[in-house]
């Protein structure tokens, strides 16, 4: 488990129990409700106090959990048109990717690790990645991106809100989903009224 100096003993006890990413998911899933509150970025501190995440508060401490295990701490955002952005926190075995994320719909959490590359898990989610009015709205994809580049905002600890961290986000490049050729990035994609039913399964309004 790497060591963090600013780490209270609380908040060990709670990493030291995540001993595998489907762990982490576990933890997001049944502890941490889905933040509903306007304009929050929570750290990892602030997700286990509060006890509730959105997908960047998520990211955020599954990031921090998958660091405590000896992976880097990656995040990849989701790209989306007439949507939200998604983030996930990324982790490899064996050479392919998997991924660890909050969200308020079934389709956009847990991927097992079988993705030979970003592009792959990013497509994985493109059935599922809806709006209310189950259009179907990703559209791109960024790279990994390394959060220890934000070390020196002790972004693990603080108890402040880590706003930087998404707009960076919004800054890097990211690669498109759909080919460009025949207007496919603007064309406009529908659920099935069954996935779309059980996307929102559980869902807080």
């Known amino acids: 488990m790497v060591s963090d100096p600013h780490m ?13 990413p489907a762990k982490i998911q576990d933890y997001l899933d049944e502890r941490i409700s889905y933040n509903t509150a306007p304009r929050t970025c929570f750290g990892p501190r602030l997700v286990i106090e509060q006890r509730t995440a959105h997908c960047m508060e998520g990211a955020l401490f599954a990031a921090a959990a998958l660091r405590m295990l000896g992976y ?8 989306a048109v007439r949507d939200d952005d998604h983030v996930l926190a990324v982790f490899r075995e064996n050479g392919c990717w998997g991924a660890i994320a909050k969200s308020n719909y079934a389709g956009l959490r847990f991927r097992n690790p079988v993705y030979r590359t970003i592009r792959e898990l990013a497509i994985s989610y493109f059935e599922h990645y809806f709006n209310p009015k189950g259009e179907k ?14 070390d020196g905002l002790k972004w693990m600890t603080t108890a402040e809100e880590l706003w930087p961290v998404p707009l960076y986000l919004c800054e890097v490049t990211h690669s498109p989903v759909l080919p460009s050729k025949n207007g496919a990035r603007h064309q406009r994609y529908w659920m099935d009224k069954r996935l779309y039913e059980a996307g929102r399964f559980g869902i807080r309004k």
């Open 72 to 79: 880097e701490p990656l995040v990849v955002d989701l790209e």
């Open 137 to 150: 709205t990703l559209r791109g994809y960024s790279k990994p991106v390394n959060l220890s580049r934000f």
């Open 8 to 20: 209270t003993s609380g908040d060990r006890a709670i990493y030291r129990k995540l001993k595998s």
